[in-house]
C-alpha cells in the first residue's frame, strides 16, 4: 500500500520545512512547493525519504490551479505561507501595506484550499498555518493580525462544509525561522531574549516544535475543526 502523500505549500524553509521533514520520519510521501527555486534546491538536498518539490507561486491562481491539477489525487495539504506585511500601529501603518498582507497570507490560503479540495482523499485533510496574532492582544499587530485571524477563522468552517475532510490550523507564537531575518542580528537576538522572558517556557519557539504541532493534526484521524496555539504560552502573557 502506498505511504500517504502529503503536499506542504511554502515548505521550502522554517516551519514548512521542518514539517516536511517531521512528516518524511514518519514515512510519508512528501511534496514540497515554494517560489525561490534555489531554496527549494536546498531544501531538497537536506530532506531524506520520498520528497520531491516544485517550483509554484502561490499568489498566481492559475499557477495554484495548474500545480494541483498535474499533482493529482493526495491525502494531506498543509498551508504554510507566510507574510511579515502589516506590521504597525493603527495611526502608522499603511492601508496599502495592510492589503497586501491580507493578500499573501488569507487570499493565498483560500486559494489553495479551494484548487486543492478535488483532488483531496475524503477523509484526508487540511493543516492551516496563521499566527499567534490571531489570538494575542499585541499593540502594532492588528493589520497583520486580521490578516492570521481570517485565516484562523477558515478552519472550523471548512471542518463542517467538507466533512469528512479533516480541517485544522496552528498558530504559532514567535519560533526562529528566516521570518525574522529583516531584523539585524543583534537586534533579533534582543527581540528574541525580550518574546523569551514573556514566554511561559522562557524560550522562542523552534520549527521542530511547530512541525510536530502539525504531525498530530495531518496523523490523528479524530482532530477536525481545532487549532493549535504552539506559542509557548505567549498568547497569556500580561
Same mark, same amino acid.
Given at each position: 500500500m502506498p505511504s500517504p502523500h502529503v503536499i506542504v505549500i511554502g515548505g521550502s524553509s522554517g516551519?514548512?520545512?521542518? *514539517?516536511a521533514r517531521q512528516l518524511l520520519s514518519l514515512r510519508l510521501k512528501v511534496t514540497v512547493t515554494g517560489r525561490n527555486e534555489e531554496r527549494l534546491k536546498a531544501a531538497r538536498a537536506n530532506l531524506s525519504g520520498d520528497v520531491a518539490t516544485a517550483r509554484m507561486d502561490a499568489s498566481r491562481t492559475q499557477q495554484v490551479r495548474d500545480?494541483?491539477?498535474?499533482?493529482?489525487?493526495f491525502?494531506?495539504?498543509?498551508? *504554510?505561507l507566510g507574510s511579515g506585511k502589516g506590521l504597525g500601529s493603527l495611526a502608522s501603518v499603511s492601508v496599502d501595506e495592510v492589503r497586501e498582507g491580507v493578500a499573501e497570507k488569507f487570499l493565498t490560503h483560500f486559494a489553495c484550499a479551494q484548487a486543492a479540495v478535488p483532488f483531496l482523499r475524503k477523509d484526508g485533510s487540511i493543516t492551516f498555518i496563521s499566527a499567534v496574532t490571531a489570538h494575542a492582544a499585541m499593540p502594532g499587530t492588528a493589520g497583520i493580525g486580521a490578516a492570521n485571524a481570517a485565516v484562523a477563522a477558515l478552519v472550523p468552517i471548512l471542518a463542517k462544509e467538507l466533512r469528512p475532510l479533516r480541517v485544522n490550523g496552528v498558530s504559532p507564537g514567535v519560533v526562529d525561522t528566516p521570518w525574522w531575518d529583516f531584523l539585524p542580528g543583534e537586534q533579533k537576538t534582543a527581540v528574541f531574549s525580550d518574546y523569551a522572558s514573556k514566554s511561559l517556557v522562557g524560550r522562542v519557539g523552534r520549527p521542530e516544535d511547530l512541525a510536530q504541532a502539525i504531525a498530530f493534526l495531518v496523523t490523528?484521524?479524530?482532530m477536525s475543526g481545532h487549532t493549535i496555539i504552539c506559542d509557548g504560552g505567549l498568547h497569556l502573557a500580561g
Open positions: 516551519i514548512g520545512l521542518a *514539517a500545480f494541483f491539477g498535474n499533482i493529482g489525487s491525502d494531506h495539504l498543509i498551508l *504554510a490523528n484521524t479524530f
